[in-house]
Structures are given as structure tokens and as C-alpha cells.
């Protein structure tokens, strides 16, 4: 029996510990009644700040209330309430706890006044609520945006939070969030010092702003710190900008390795200037987008593995093209590039057309799965899920198909042709199949291609055709044939052209990257990576 009531009291104490003292809910109900006397939005404004350093949770129902204009005056007894529209009249809740009260007449009601100024305040005070919330993310959200929304009101409640926090990160966040707040409060010289170090060790563009204002508004030390904090930030964004510019040089190398890849063969082992090699990637989108209709009407649960499915569907799509292309036109054409060139231009028109007239000309939906969506930061590195997964996808590619050339029989058969046609055909090797089933790799591989570039770029008729040139520029400059010198120019034009972008901007980047290019072909006429094969034999 002793033990029982034991247990019973540390419930009731456990609960007692859970709920605000009748002392502290009488205060609150206190600081809300003075919303009845406030003469004017100031005096209003002072009540929500008065409530907001509570930091109880349970004033979040009023202030949301007086945000959205539904705090209300009982003109009989002066009384606060929240209210809801109830038709002929409102329906009256408690403002603390939300009890349902009596209703009343709107014209025994006086609704309190909002203006812009005192919304910004109420969430600011919203936000300061929130820094005793149980979600880690909540918390940090709440700090956010205390730092974007500096005021010396917070620095009581952020102290309070800073003593209590145990996450670090959020402990961190806290601290800057205070820092920020010290910097618009009349806190001593010291102090102001002090937050500009924490300020400047953040390092951001939000830091940077922050900094910015206060230099503008300070004197003395405050300001030559604040100076200092400032050029230090700017040159830590330079570095992190120029890694943010690699990055994204790395993201569009992969997409032109993806797009080029496929050529390097075709061109390399064939000579073959295929023209229609952007269409084989557009196959390949349009496979995807066809994959996930079926998915989306007939299996929705299997929508993150939609990629997965469309990936071999795409290559044997491309391929079964490729190979017809080959075996119907190009085959009659070797050794007349020129033709060539205009025949493989033509299938091109046709194969967009096709498109047009089964899928219309307007663009596809294609949807991101869940783990190619979103992004997340390095630093100042802004990295997307998409961008990261294709640059995977695509050196798994580059390997895959290294070892087929490098390890494998048909790989050995086509380096032999690549290297003396001739004499490969001396040797028993059927150079019109190794032909027909390398351009049929080729165009696979641009199909594979296209099922990545869905997920970031409109899938249309015309998705093939931005590729096309880049395509045959990243090959021509890596070396004709050599997959390791397709790789290196793929990232060297893809970085090249994002550090030219902020200067040159895009196009005229793109146009600066062609004369060099250009250039380095006089000087090194078979690329990076010179293949020995039918240079020679010529």
C-alpha cells in the first residue's frame, strides 16, 4: 500500500511538473488582458513581446489568433477570447487552454486590431516559442529565423535556450542567433565584439548581410570589426564559390560524358559521323517517361524504382534503332563521310517527327524519385540528390564499358578493327557485325543517357539536339576513340564552361570554349589522348 501511494504521488508530481502552475497560467491570463487596454498598435505590440518572453507554449493559440485577426474583446467584461465565425455570431474558446466558452453576438465583440508591422512581431514571437520545441528541426528553424529577424527581445529567451540546449548543432545555432540579437541591442562594446567573431566564424551570405547593416550603422571598433568580419567572409565565399563552380563543372561533365560516351565508340571504331546520336538519347527519355505512365496508372508503389526499369528498357530501345539505322543506311555509305553525315542528319528529322506526331510537341512529365529529390550542403556547397546520382551513374557507365573493350572478346574484336580493319579482317573478325552490334552499343549508351538527362531537363523532340554539339566536342578534344580521353574532356568543357558562365555568360562561354578548342586542334590534331587506328592506315 506504502509503495502504491508512493508511485501515485511522483505521477502526480510528474504531472503537476508537466503543466503550468496556477501562479504562472494567472500571470499569462494577466499579460493577455492587457490586450483589452492597449490604445494603440505599440501597446499591443509591447503585450506580445511580454508574452512571447513567457516562453510558455501555451500563449502560441492567442498569438496565432491576433495574427490572423481572430483575438476578441468581450465588451461586458473585457474578457479575451478567440474566436470563430459561427454565422449569426462567434463561437468564443479560451484563449490558453481552448475550451469552447459561451457565444456571442459580433456586436458584443470588438475585434483587436493588426497591422504589418505587429504580424512581423507576432511571429517573431511565434518563433521564439518554438525554441523549447521536442523537434531538433523545429528548434533550428526557429533560430533561423531569429537570426534573420535580429531583436534585442530575444536575447533573454535565447539565453535561457542556450543554457538548456544539449544538441550542438542547435546549441550553435542558438549562439548565433544571440550574437545577431546583440548586434541591434545597446548591449556594451564588448559584447557587440564578442558576436561579431561568432557572426564571422558562421560565414555565410546571411552572416554577410548582417555584417554588412551593422558596419553601415556602427563606429569606432564596432565598425573596423565589423570591416574586418566582412572581408573575411568575402574571401571565405570566393574559395567556396569557386568550389561551387567546380562542382558544378563536375555535374555538367557528367552529362556530357553520359551524352558523348556513345559517339566516342561509334566515331571512334566506325568513323561514322552520326548526326542522329542526340535522337538515340531522346529514345531513351521518351522510354522513361512511357515507363513511368505505366508505373503511375498500373503500379504507383514501384514509382522509385521506375529509373531502374527504364534503364535497360532505354538501351535495348536505342540499340534496336541504332541497329537498324546501321544495318538499313549506314552500311551502304562507309568510306563517304559527307553522305553519311547528311543521311544520319535526315533519320534525325524523321525520329523527331515521329516523336512529335505519338507524343505531341509539347514537353513530357518526368518525375524525380524519391531518392534522387531534394539536396543538402557542404560547407557553402549547395549539392542536389539528381546531380550527385548521375555523376555516379555515369563513371559506373565509363567503367562498365572500359571493361567490356578492355576485358572481353567482342571488346578485343573491336579495338582490333579500331586499330587495322584490314588485318582484323584478315583474321577471321566479321567487320560488318562488329560494325553493326558497335554502333548498336553506341546508340544504347546514349539511350541509357537520356533515361539520366530526364531527371534534369525537359524531356521534348528537341532534348537530343543541345547534346549533339557538345558531343562531338568533348570527343574530338579527348582524342577520337579513346574512352579515357572522352572522360577527361567531358569534365575539362564542362568546368571550363562554368567558371567562363559568370563572366562570358553561356552562350558566349559556350562560342569562347569552341575557339579554344579549335585552337588546340591546331595544335594537337587528334586530341588529348591521340588512338592509334585509322589515322594510320591512311
Given at each position: 500500500?506504502?509503495?502504491?501511494?508512493?508511485?501515485?504521488?511522483?505521477?502526480?508530481?510528474?504531472?503537476a511538473?508537466?503543466?503550468?502552475?496556477?501562479a504562472?497560467?494567472?500571470?499569462?491570463?494577466?499579460?493577455?488582458?492587457?490586450?483589452?487596454?492597449?490604445a494603440?498598435?505599440?501597446?499591443?505590440?509591447?503585450?506580445?513581446?511580454?508574452?512571447?518572453?513567457?516562453?510558455?507554449?501555451?500563449?502560441?493559440?492567442?498569438?496565432?489568433?491576433?495574427?490572423?485577426?481572430?483575438?476578441?474583446?468581450?465588451?461586458?467584461?473585457?474578457?479575451?477570447f478567440?474566436?470563430?465565425?459561427a454565422?449569426d455570431?462567434?463561437?468564443?474558446?479560451?484563449?490558453?487552454?481552448?475550451?469552447?466558452?459561451?457565444?456571442?453576438?459580433?456586436?458584443?465583440?470588438?475585434?483587436?486590431?493588426?497591422?504589418?508591422?505587429?504580424?512581423?512581431?507576432?511571429?517573431?514571437?511565434?518563433?521564439?516559442?518554438?525554441?523549447?520545441?521536442?523537434?531538433?528541426?523545429?528548434?533550428?528553424?526557429?533560430?533561423?529565423?531569429?537570426?534573420?529577424?535580429?531583436?534585442?527581445?530575444?536575447?533573454e529567451p535565447?539565453?535561457?535556450?542556450?543554457?538548456?540546449?544539449?544538441?550542438?548543432?542547435?546549441?550553435?545555432?542558438?549562439?548565433?542567433?544571440?550574437?545577431?540579437?546583440?548586434?541591434v541591442?545597446?548591449?556594451?562594446?564588448?559584447d557587440?565584439?564578442?558576436?561579431?567573431?561568432?557572426?564571422a566564424?558562421?560565414?555565410d551570405?546571411?552572416?554577410?548581410?548582417?555584417?554588412?547593416?551593422?558596419?553601415?550603422?556602427?563606429?569606432?571598433a564596432?565598425?573596423?570589426?565589423?570591416?574586418?568580419?566582412i572581408?573575411?567572409?568575402?574571401?571565405?565565399?570566393a574559395?567556396?564559390?569557386?568550389?561551387q563552380?567546380i562542382?558544378y563543372?563536375?555535374s555538367?561533365?557528367?552529362?556530357?560524358?553520359?551524352?558523348?560516351?556513345?559517339?566516342?565508340?561509334?566515331?571512334?571504331?566506325?568513323?561514322?559521323i552520326?548526326?542522329?546520336?542526340?535522337?538515340?538519347?531522346?529514345?531513351?527519355?521518351?522510354?522513361?517517361?512511357?515507363v513511368?505512365?505505366?508505373i503511375?496508372?498500373?503500379f504507383?508503389?514501384?514509382?522509385?524504382?521506375?529509373?531502374?526499369?527504364?534503364?535497360?528498357?532505354?538501351?535495348?530501345?536505342?540499340?534496336l534503332?541504332?541497329?537498324?539505322?546501321?544495318?538499313?543506311?549506314?552500311?551502304?555509305?562507309?568510306g563517304?563521310?559527307l553522305?553519311?553525315?547528311?543521311?544520319?542528319?535526315?533519320?534525325s528529322?524523321i525520329?523527331?517527327?515521329?516523336?512529335?506526331?505519338?507524343?505531341?510537341?509539347?514537353?513530357?512529365?518526368?518525375?524525380?524519385?524519391?531518392?534522387?529529390?531534394?539536396s543538402?550542403?557542404?560547407?557553402?556547397?549547395?549539392?542536389?540528390?539528381?546531380?550527385?546520382?548521375?555523376?555516379?551513374?555515369?563513371?559506373?557507365?565509363?567503367?562498365?564499358?572500359?571493361?567490356v573493350?578492355?576485358?572481353?572478346?567482342?571488346?578485343?574484336?573491336?579495338?582490333?578493327?579500331?586499330?587495322?580493319?584490314?588485318?582484323?579482317?584478315?583474321?577471321?573478325?566479321?567487320?560488318?557485325?562488329?560494325d553493326?552490334?558497335?554502333?548498336?552499343?553506341?546508340?544504347?549508351?546514349?539511350?541509357?543517357?537520356?533515361?539520366?538527362?530526364?531527371?534534369?531537363d525537359?524531356v521534348?523532340?528537341?532534348?537530343?539536339?543541345?547534346?549533339?554539339?557538345?558531343?562531338?566536342?568533348?570527343?574530338?578534344f579527348?582524342?577520337?576513340?579513346n574512352?579515357?580521353?572522352?572522360l577527361?574532356?567531358?569534365?575539362?568543357?564542362?568546368?571550363?564552361?562554368?567558371?567562363?558562365?559568370?563572366?562570358?555568360?553561356?552562350?558566349?562561354?559556350?562560342?569562347v570554349?569552341?575557339?579554344?578548342?579549335?585552337?588546340?586542334?591546331q595544335k594537337?590534331?587528334?586530341?588529348?589522348?591521340?588512338?592509334?587506328g585509322?589515322a594510320?592506315?591512311?
Open positions: 500500500m506504502i509503495l502504491l501511494r508512493v508511485i501515485g504521488l511522483m505521477m502526480l508530481l510528474t504531472m511538473s508537466l503543466l503550468p502552475s496556477g504562472a497560467e494567472g500571470d499569462l491570463r494577466a499579460t493577455i488582458a492587457k490586450f483589452a487596454t492597449a494603440n498598435f505599440s501597446a499591443t505590440e509591447a503585450v506580445v513581446r511580454e508574452l512571447a518572453a513567457s516562453g510558455d507554449a501555451s500563449v502560441e493559440r492567442a498569438l496565432s489568433a491576433l495574427a490572423d485577426g481572430n483575438l476578441y474583446i468581450r465588451k461586458a467584461d473585457s474578457q479575451i478567440v474566436g470563430k465565425d454565422g455570431g462567434i463561437e468564443l474558446l479560451d484563449p490558453l487552454s481552448g475550451e469552447k466558452a459561451a457565444d456571442a453576438a459580433k456586436v458584443d465583440l470588438a475585434k483587436i486590431k493588426v497591422n504589418n508591422g505587429l504580424r512581423r512581431t507576432i511571429r517573431d514571437a511565434l518563433g521564439t516559442l518554438t525554441l523549447r520545441a521536442k523537434d531538433p528541426a523545429v528548434r533550428l528553424a526557429a533560430a533561423a529565423t531569429m537570426f534573420r529577424a535580429p531583436d534585442a527581445a530575444n536575447i535565447l539565453d535561457a535556450a542556450i543554457a538548456a540546449e544539449i544538441d550542438p548543432a542547435v546549441k550553435a545555432m542558438f549562439e548565433q542567433a544571440r550574437a545577431a540579437s546583440v548586434l541591442s545597446d548591449k556594451p562594446e564588448a557587440k565584439l564578442a558576436a561579431i567573431s561568432v557572426i566564424a558562421r560565414g551570405r546571411d552572416a554577410l548581410s548582417l555584417l554588412t547593416s551593422v558596419e553601415a550603422g556602427a563606429q569606432g564596432v565598425k573596423d570589426a565589423a570591416a574586418a568580419a572581408g573575411y567572409i568575402n574571401s571565405t565565399l574559395l567556396w564559390d569557386a568550389g563552380n562542382w563543372g563536375i555538367l561533365g557528367s552529362v556530357l560524358l553520359l551524352a558523348a560516351i556513345g559517339l566516342a565508340i561509334t566515331f571512334g571504331v566506325m568513323g561514322v552520326n548526326m542522329a546520336h542526340g535522337e538515340m538519347v531522346m529514345l531513351g527519355a521518351y522510354t522513361t517517361f512511357v513511368q505512365q505505366v503511375r496508372t498500373s504507383p508503389a514501384l514509382f522509385d524504382w521506375s529509373l531502374v526499369i527504364a534503364l535497360p528498357l532505354a538501351f535495348l530501345v536505342a540499340a534503332v541504332g541497329l537498324a539505322i546501321e544495318r538499313g543506311i549506314i552500311r551502304f555509305l562507309y563517304r563521310p553522305e553519311t553525315l547528311l543521311a544520319t542528319w535526315g533519320v528529322l525520329l523527331q517527327q515521329a516523336v512529335r506526331t505519338i507524343f505531341g510537341p509539347t514537353n513530357q512529365e518526368v518525375g524525380n524519385p524519391s531518392w534522387m529529390s531534394g543538402f550542403d557542404i560547407g557553402q556547397l549547395a549539392i542536389t540528390w539528381n546531380r550527385l546520382w548521375i555523376l555516379v551513374f555515369a563513371l559506373v557507365v565509363f567503367a562498365v564499358l572500359l571493361y573493350m578492355k576485358r572481353t572478346p567482342w571488346g578485343l574484336q573491336m579495338r582490333a578493327v579500331t586499330a587495322n580493319r584490314r588485318m582484323a579482317a584478315s583474321m577471321g573478325i566479321k567487320t560488318p557485325w562488329v553493326a552490334l558497335t554502333f548498336a552499343l553506341g546508340s544504347g549508351i546514349a539511350g541509357i543517357a537520356g533515361v539520366a538527362l530526364s531527371q534534369i525537359n521534348s523532340p528537341n532534348l537530343g539536339r543541345g547534346y549533339i554539339i557538345d558531343s562531338f566536342m568533348v570527343v574530338v579527348g582524342g577520337v576513340g574512352l579515357w580521353g572522352t577527361v574532356g567531358a569534365f575539362s568543357l564542362g568546368i571550363v564552361n562554368k567558371f567562363l558562365e559568370p563572366y562570358a555568360g553561356a552562350v558566349l562561354g559556350k562560342i570554349v569552341l575557339v579554344l578548342i579549335i585552337l588546340f586542334i594537337r590534331p587528334r586530341g588529348l589522348f591521340a588512338l592509334k585509322r594510320v592506315e591512311a
